[in-house]
């Protein structure tokens, strides 16, 4: 039987087929920039409830690492997203993995540019937010909203004692072990700091702020962007 994540995913390539018939049909215009949003988040920060919240204000789908990653290591899956694009598309695709891995000092494993391959075609697709596995780095600036979602360390662990009902040590040690894991991988793969406020549009501190007022300091943010790139020559993103 598949597993929720499988069905989920399942529904999610399902919508994006449909979309695309849709596009072929001449009923959208795919010159637009794909409104595709990543979140980065610390680990305790409740930056996942906060993308899930943003999902729904916005009526996007949330996609989450375990789910980029069961795309990327199912040939099954990374080839239905793949191929619900064009032949024009997947010769971009082609050439843009090429070029970014020629001569980089990045990772050049198998499951890294499945990983390139899997999120640069959520980009064009669109209509998702991709918590993790550094999306930010593959869509780039021009193709989605990027945001950096953090609260202090105290805070954090606070937040995994009360909402994930961990002892105090073992909130303190889950979230030096996630910054470290994180912060590894994002070297790793992107060569990169995860903590550069430049790899973002906005980075969001949850110290004192309400969630649902950040909900709606993005939710402007990112129809505000999106707004801004309709505008730019999209033959140059």
């Given at each position: 039987?598949?597993?929720?994540?499988?069905?989920?995913?399942?529904?999610?390539?399902?919508?994006?087929?449909?979309?695309?018939?849709?596009?072929?049909?001449?009923?959208?215009?795919?010159?637009?920039?794909?409104?595709?949003?990543?979140?980065?988040?610390?680990?305790?920060?409740?930056?996942?409830?906060?993308?899930s919240r943003l999902a729904e204000e916005l009526k996007y789908d949330?996609?989450?690492?375990?789910?980029?990653?069961?795309?990327?290591?199912?040939?099954?899956?990374?080839?239905?997203?793949?191929?619900?694009m064009d032949d024009t598309f997947r010769s971009e695709l082609a050439l843009?993995?090429?070029?970014?891995?020629?001569?980089?000092?990045?990772?050049?494993s198998d499951y890294f540019q499945h990983l390139?391959?899997?999120?640069?075609?959520?980009?064009?697709?669109?209509?998702?937010?991709?918590?993790g596995r550094g999306g930010n780095?593959?869509?780039?600036?021009?193709?989605?909203?990027?945001i950096r979602f953090i609260a202090p360390r105290k805070k954090r662990i606070d937040n995994?004692?009360?909402?994930?009902f961990l002892s105090?040590?073992?909130?303190?040690?889950?979230?030096d072990r996630s910054d470290k894991l994180?912060?590894?991988f994002i070297r790793k793969l992107f060569n990169a700091d995860i903590n550069d406020p430049f790899h973002y549009d906005i980075v969001l501190n949850a110290q004192y702020i309400d969630i649902e007022e950040l909900v709606d300091v993005a939710v402007k943010a990112v129809h505000g962007k999106f707004e801004k790139l309709k505008h730019l020559d999209h033959d140059s993103i």
């Open positions: 039987m598949p597993t929720s994540i499988d069905s989920l995913i399942n529904r999610q390539l399902r919508k994006w087929e449909y979309e695309q018939n849709q596009a072929t049909s001449g009923t959208e215009d795919l010159s637009l920039p794909s409104p595709i949003i990543t979140v980065s988040r610390q680990k305790g920060s409740r930056g996942s409830y906060f993308a949330r996609l989450h690492r375990n789910v980029i990653d069961r795309i990327c290591l199912s040939s099954g899956f990374r080839k239905r997203v793949i191929e619900s843009t993995v090429e070029s970014f891995f020629t001569g980089q000092s990045v990772d050049h390139y391959q899997v999120i640069f075609t959520m980009s064009k697709l669109g209509g998702v937010i991709l918590v780095f593959i869509v780039g600036p021009k193709r989605g909203f990027h995994l004692v009360n909402y994930k105090k040590d073992e909130a303190t040690e889950e979230v994180r912060s590894e």
